[in-house]
Structures are given as C-alpha cells and as structure tokens.
C-alpha cells in the first residue's frame, strides 16, 4: 500500500508538469486551432538558458524569473516572425513550420550546448518529505505549478487583458470588431504559452537530467493530458496532465514496467481519439450539413 501511495504522489508531482505543457499546447490551439509540435523544444532551449544563468552564478529563483521573461519574449517573437506570415496558410504548410522550429530548436542547442547530459539543480532540499513518499522536489514541482495554474486562473477571469485574450481564442472576428487588438492577443498568447513551458522544463530537468532531446517524451504525455481533457479545454487539460501522471507511474511500476511507460501516453491517445474525440472536458461541436 505504501509503495502505491508512493507512486500515486509521484504520479501527481509529474502530473503536474504534464498539465503546465498541456495548458501551453490547449493555449496555442485556441488562438490557431493547430498543434505547436516545438512546444516541448521551446521549454527545453529555455531550460538550457536557465542553467547558463545559474552556471554564471546567479541564485535559481534569479534565473527562473529571467527564464520565464525571456521565454515570454521569445514566444512573442515566434509568432510575430513565424506564425504570423502562414496564419492564413493551409494546415500543411503550418505544420511544416511547426516541425521546422522543432528541428531548429533541437540543432541549436545541440550546437551551442552540445549533446552532453547535463544535471539541473533543485531549488529544492534533496530530502524526502511526507514519510519518504515523496521527495521535496516533487512536492515543490507540485507547489510551484498550483501556484502557477490559480494566477493563470486569476488572470483570464479578472484582468481586461485576459478576457481580451479568451475573447479573441473564442471569436477573433467579433473581437476585432470592438477594438480588440486581435495580432497583438495571439502574440501575447504565444508568449504566456512559452513561459509556462519553460516552467514546465525547469521543474522536469532535475528529474529527466538536462539535453537537447530532454522534452520529447514529456511533450507526448502532455499531448495525451491535453487531448485527455479537451484540446479546447485549459481546464481539462489541467485534469488532463494529473491523470496521466498518476496512470503513467502506476502502470509503470505494477503493470508493465519502467521500460515500456511512454505507451501509456500512447495507449491515452489512441482511446480517446477513438472513444472520445472531444475529450473529457472538450466541446462537442455539431455541424448541419
């Protein structure tokens, strides 16, 4: 019994990571309905410019504060410089530039970092807490992304700024028609969705270790949270990620093994998509034809 409390907690810690990179994905669907399949490279180049600042001697909360900004200004100029020009572009074309900043991302920091595993430091004590169930990185991840989730909450409910933003993810067209500064939300967008995968990669690394490729597995998991509880659904995506987390540990532990844990992710995908496209949360959109 321990040892399944122990993986549950575990399961909740990664979880909530999965949900911090799905919400980014849920994110960016809303505001282009296509998915950011660099989401994940995105969070892993921020990780590499976070351990570079505190390689030079900066305190960790120093250089996550940095990170987070830096990564809020290079989502920005993604999409300004990226998305922007293919935004009326086929889907094709879209997911081609996806791909292409994935494939851009992982080079570059391969080049500049190289391909090397490198550790990622802990804010965190490397003690265990709550009898040994769970360690106090763990538990932080899992502070540091509630936290993270409530002002997210607290910003699209209660600040001009946010409503602007859901109006614009909900119905540009009619946004635009009352002032809405329609590219300057889907930017603004794209920047929150790149902070808050770069939160996601600081709170992995110490767990995963840190290279170039360090996200792929993550970002599969959080696809699966993300189409799990609605791909249109923030809040499904957040349920999303803990449900995976917590299956992907238990599963791995009892049932099938360490080895083979990222088919559960792939298991997740397939059942939906199969079962139920739309998600737990997700809107069920009928069409008159």
Do not use: C
Not at 8 to 32: D, E, K, N, P, R
């Amino acid at each position: 019994m321990e040892a399944f409390l122990h993986q549950v907690l575990s399961g909740l810690a990664t979880g909530g990571i999965y949900a911090s990179l799905a919400l980014a994905l849920v994110m960016i669907y809303q505001s282009t309905h296509h998915i950011n399949f660099a989401q994940g490279e995105m969070a892993m180049f921020s990780t590499y410019l976070a351990w570079t600042l505190i390689s030079t001697g900066m305190s960790w909360w120093g250089a996550f504060t940095l990170t987070v900004l830096a990564s809020f200004a290079l989502g920005m100029l993604i999409e300004r410089i990226l998305i922007r020009p293919v935004e009326h572009a086929p889907v094709l074309t879209v997911v081609i530039v996806f791909i292409g900043l994935l494939v851009i991302l992982n080079s570059v920091a391969g080049w500049i970092f190289t391909y090397t595993i490198k550790s990622f430091p802990s804010p965190f004590p490397s003690e265990a807490v709550l009898g040994g169930l769970m360690s106090a990185h763990e538990l932080g991840a899992v502070a540091v992304t509630l936290v993270l989730l409530i002002l997210l909450y607290l910003f699209f409910q209660f600040t001009p700024l946010g409503l602007a933003m859901r109006a614009v993810a909900q119905n540009p067209v009619s946004s635009r028609l009352v002032g809405i500064r329609v590219g300057w939300m889907l930017a603004l967008g794209w920047g929150l969705a790149a902070a808050i995968g770069a939160v996601a990669g600081m709170m992995i690394a110490p767990i995963v270790y840190l290279d170039p490729s360090m996200m792929s597995g993550v970002l599969l998991y959080a696809f699966a949270a993300a189409l799990m509880g609605g791909i249109d659904s923030p809040g499904g995506a957040v349920i999303g990620g803990f449900i995976v987390g917590v299956v992907e540990n238990v599963m791995g532990a009892f049932v099938i093994g360490t080895e083979l844990k990222l088919t559960v992710a792939l298991i997740v995908i397939i059942a939906v998509l199969l079962v139920r496209p739309s998600g737990l949360f997700g809107r069920v959109i009928i069409s008159r034809v």
